[in-house]
């Protein structure tokens, strides 16, 4: 069955603020913060809160500095980040998010902490960003993937390196295709770029793990791809006289879910129906979660036999190009 973990803790994450472990610091407030660093993202968000016996808070202007540290792309040396909100209410109380724009790189430890001004805790979180992943199979240097196989393959993957595999940081893989193409309905003056989504496989990091040949793996059927197109609502409601589309190459899509995020949702999810409450933390003398995550693609060319089965077996207006 279809997974969204990821959207799910995505949601949670940023949804979720009280939580049932130390809640109150001394009858005062805890503060609370939650991120999910990505490498590959332009732009990473903060969110900072706290809590106390009279309900969540965010910070006014001048009770908090918040600071971000780690080696960013192009640096040499450890820098420090003072972060500050994406904007600020008609009351002068300091949004939640801060953000930093500064280029992540990938298997490096970041850093978030809080200076509280009242008394002067900090408030902190390491976390280390995904290590670079690649693609073993299908092989980068195959452009073309043929579909009509009814026997498994395989997606496989490997760290950057193999001596780096255990910087990773990977606690839950999961991998899936994307059948991609252009539509242009009758009548219409501009294209519209439309996917369908073929779920592969995930489980934990550890579980995928093939200790022999040391990497990664999911296993797939090809043909499966043809029932994806007979199943389809959309193509099979959305298909009139006239209408063109146009194949894009197929992608492969690795979502990495770093070991802190993994061992969020699962503390949230063992008995505890209610995202509000989680004991799961690795903020120092704090609350919340410092997490990882990241996705990888590969683009493969659709071969020309599948190409032309699904422009001659399917009345979706499949257009064959002989050339590609």
Not at 12 to 29: E, Q
Not at 66 to 80: K, S
Not at 87 to 101: A, H, P
Not at 240 to 247: N, T
Request: glycine share 6%; aromatic share 16%.
């Amino acid at each position: 069955m279809k997974k969204y973990l990821l959207f799910a803790v995505l949601a949670l994450v940023f949804a979720s603020c009280r939580t049932d472990v130390d809640l109150y610091i001394d009858n005062g407030d805890t503060t609370i913060i939650y991120s999910i660093l990505d490498a590959k993202a332009d732009t990473n968000f903060i969110k900072v809160s706290k809590s106390s016996l009279h309900g969540d808070y965010y910070y006014e202007e001048d009770d908090i500095d918040v600071y971000f540290t780690g080696l960013f792309e192009d640096e040499t040396a450890v820098d420090t980040l003072q972060l500050y909100p994406i904007s600020k209410s008609e009351k002068g109380e300091v949004k939640s998010l801060y953000f930093t724009t500064k280029k992540l790189r990938e298997g490096e430890i970041y850093e978030v902490f809080v200076i509280r001004h009242e008394d002067g805790l900090k408030v902190s979180a390491k976390v280390r960003t995904i290590y670079h992943i690649k693609f073993n199979k299908p092989s980068p240097y195959v452009q073309h993937l043929d579909f009509k196989y009814t026997s498994p393959r395989t997606v496989e993957w490997v760290g950057g390196n193999m001596e780096s595999n255990f910087q990773i940081n990977a606690g839950y893989f999961e991998v899936s295709g994307y059948f991609h193409y252009r539509e242009l309905m009758p009548g219409a003056q501009d294209t519209v770029d439309r996917s369908i989504e073929w779920y592969m496989g995930g489980a934990e990091a550890g579980y995928l793990f093939n200790s022999t040949y040391n990497y990664y793996v999911v296993s797939y059927t090809p043909c499966f791809l043809f029932s994806l197109l007979e199943r389809d609502e959309y193509l099979k409601n959305n298909s009139p006289y006239g209408v063109q589309r146009w194949l894009k190459d197929f992608e492969f899509r690795i979502t990495v879910l770093g070991e802190e995020l993994y061992g969020y949702n699962i503390s949230n999810s063992a008995g505890n129906h209610n995202p509000e409450i989680n004991s799961y933390t690795n903020v120092e003398n704090g609350l919340g979660v410092v997490c990882s995550y990241t996705t990888v693609s590969a683009f493969h060319t659709i071969d020309q036999i599948s190409r032309r089965k699904i422009r001659d077996n399917y009345p979706y207006g499949f257009y064959y190009d002989p050339n590609r």
